[in-house]
């Protein structure tokens, strides 16, 4: 029963794990991709934001509202979009924007859990039938 637990409570970290490309994009090109996007500023501080978008000629980062983003740049204008915040980013020096990477975030969501599932299953079954020589 603590295994079935254990593996259940792995799965379900798993599920949310990001990739981000390693190169840095654009605002114009993180703002078309509408896209999951990490805002890397001076000092090397990271933000995750849902999309980026252009608002009067401001860059806006979308994020939900009690986020680690959300929360870490409280001191920002901001307004209510919906289920999400919408923070004002023309006050920061942005360093780089990446860009998630869809493709291998889903591989990295779906390949994990089946390994420990499968690393989980080998376990068991070597406790209960060991090898015979």
Do not use: W
Not at 65 to 78: D, F, G, M, V
Not at 121 to 132: D, E, I, N
């Amino acid at each position: 029963m603590k295994k079935s637990a254990l593996i259940l409570g792995l799965l379900f970290l798993l599920q949310s794990c990001s990739v981000y490309h390693s190169g840095a994009r654009s605002v114009e090109e993180a703002v078309a991709a509408d896209a999951k996007v990490k805002v890397i500023s001076a000092g090397q501080l990271q933000y995750k934001f849902r999309k980026l978008e252009l608002q009067d000629d401001h860059l806006v980062g979308i994020t939900k509202h009690n986020s680690s983003t959300a929360k870490k740049l409280k001191h920002l204008p901001s307004s209510p979009a919906g289920k999400f915040r919408a923070i004002d980013l023309s006050e920061m020096v942005i360093e780089e924007i990446k860009l998630r990477n869809n493709t291998l975030s889903t591989i990295i969501n779906i390949a994990i859990p089946i390994a420990a599932l499968y690393v989980a299953l080998l376990a068991t079954y070597v406790a209960v039938a060991p090898p015979s020589y």
